[in-house]
């Protein structure tokens, strides 16, 4: 038969291991939204677009035109002029904090976080 002592170490154990998941659920939840503007970084240039709003845009780069891909809230890399075509593969890209980069044509997509987000990190 277990010792008293072990039944209430149990507890503790169960009431730490539920109340972290509660904070690490909470904060997944928080900075998973969705947001609806996509960033695309080429150079010194900056790129804005909303996720709401289909298209396709070729942006120039070190070693050609990106061409990149907006559609049902998610932005991706639909053809760039590597070699090795990892940017295409990388996949879509919706949430807050997602990014997809080609290194060589030296562009990058990213969300960042909402508008009400960044006006509270850059006081």
Known sequence: MKNKRFYIM???VVAVFLALFAVVFVNARRN???NDTVYI?????????SLKKDGIYSIPGKIGES????????????DSPCENKS????????HA???AA????GISIRIDGSQKDLD????
């Open 10 to 12: 149990d507890f503790v």
């Open 67 to 78: 061409v990149i891909k907006i559609s049902g809230g998610t932005a991706r890399f639909a």
């Open 97 to 99: 904090g997602e990014w």
């Open 120 to 123: 509270a990190t850059a006081k």
């Open 102 to 105: 080609c290194l060589p044509n």
């Open 41 to 49: 970084q080429a150079g010194k240039n900056t790129y804005a677009y």
């Open 32 to 34: 998973s939204g969705s």
């Open 87 to 94: 940017c295409v593969l990388s996949g879509k890209i919706s």
